[in-house]
């Protein structure tokens, strides 16, 4: 949908990933049909060298703060390095949700 085409847009510009994942959960989450507000990314970048997992989490929120304001209710992220993905190559499956809105 056009969230997603936005989020990988602005994460590809900022984070210049040399793996992307973008996936819309929407559906798990008990909100109407066509709704895009729960998103799971995973990236992998070189910006994220040295970082700690809370510095890499706020460069993808910085990167994604209007999306984050408005529509986009939920986003989890997997944030990596290119070394680390190369010794761990997948995303970690997700917990189904809870219902906490229905």
């Known amino acids: 949908g056009p969230l997603a085409r936005t ?7 900022a984070l210049q990933p040399t793996h992307l994942q973008v996936l819309d959960e ?3 989450h008990g909100v109407p049909p066509g ?3 729960h998103f799971a990314v995973g990236v992998v970048s070189e910006r994220f060298a040295g970082l ?10 910085a990167a994604l703060s209007t ?3 408005g529509p986009l209710h939920a986003l ?5 390095t290119p070394q680390q993905w190369e010794s761990d ?3 970690p499956p997700r917990p189904p949700c809870l219902g906490g809105s229905k």
């Open 26 to 28: 929407s559906s798990r």
């Open 89 to 91: 190559p997948q995303v």
């Open 7 to 13: 989020i990988r847009a602005k994460l590809d510009a």
């Open 35 to 37: 709704a895009e507000t």
């Open 52 to 61: 700690s997992p809370l510095q890499r989490h706020r460069m993808v929120h």
């Open 67 to 69: 999306e984050l304001a």
């Open 76 to 80: 989890a992220i997997v944030a990596r």
